[in-house]
């Protein structure tokens, strides 16, 4: 009867984990995703956000939270969550990134850090795509609702490549947008 507990117990656990593993998004760390890029290549998206942004905290809320997204992002891509006004350095492809004018303790706004403005990033929230080396396809800024982030994060995925030229693949998206029937 023990047995049987212990057993019950371990399959409901593990359906709970996998219910919970489903239901967000799996955030990792730049770090993470280039060591996970070695294994298993893969498109990235990185929410650059801040805390006092409100825009950033409805993507949060509104966008990030639908199933149908949560599920093609986690399936598709690497996602990263980078708070603009982090502190700390930061190291992507090999280079080191600081945020020299945060301020500890500052409410509010603080200063930005280095590697939101290397990535393009002008505004929040915006989000930066990049292509299986990690390297930028492009950022967009703007709240984006589920089905505004569901063309262009399926476009990405299956259309872009970086082996076409920019002039060619600017109408091939205006075709893919203008066709595009979302269901999320």
């Known amino acids: 009867m023990r047995n049987i507990l212990v057993i019950a117990v371990v399959i409901w656990s593990s359906m709970f984990n996998l219910n919970a593993q489903s239901s967000s998004i799996n955030w990792m760390t730049i770090e993470e995703v280039t060591e996970a890029q070695k294994d298993e290549p893969r498109k990235v998206m ?27 992002v986690n399936e598709n891509y690497y996602a990263v969550k980078l708070n603009a006004e982090h502190p700390d350095p930061i190291t992507f492809r090999g280079e ?69 030229p920019s002039e060619k693949m600017q109408p091939m998206w205006d075709k893919y947008n203008e066709t595009f029937v979302g269901t999320w």
């Open 46 to 72: 990185m929410d650059v956000y801040t805390k006092w942004c409100g825009p950033c905290k409805m993507m949060m809320a509104n966008t990030f939270t639908n199933p149908e997204l949560i599920k093609y």
């Open 96 to 164: 080191e990134y600081s945020n020299p004018t945060y301020v500890p303790n500052k409410p509010g706004r603080n200063g930005v850090h280095e590697l939101s403005r290397a990535l393009g990033v002008n505004a929040y929230p915006t989000i930066v795509y990049f292509d299986e080396d990690f390297t930028i396809i492009t950022p967009i800024s703007g709240y984006k609702q589920p089905r505004q982030l569901q063309v262009l994060l399926t476009f990405f995925n299956e259309v872009y490549s970086s082996e076409i």
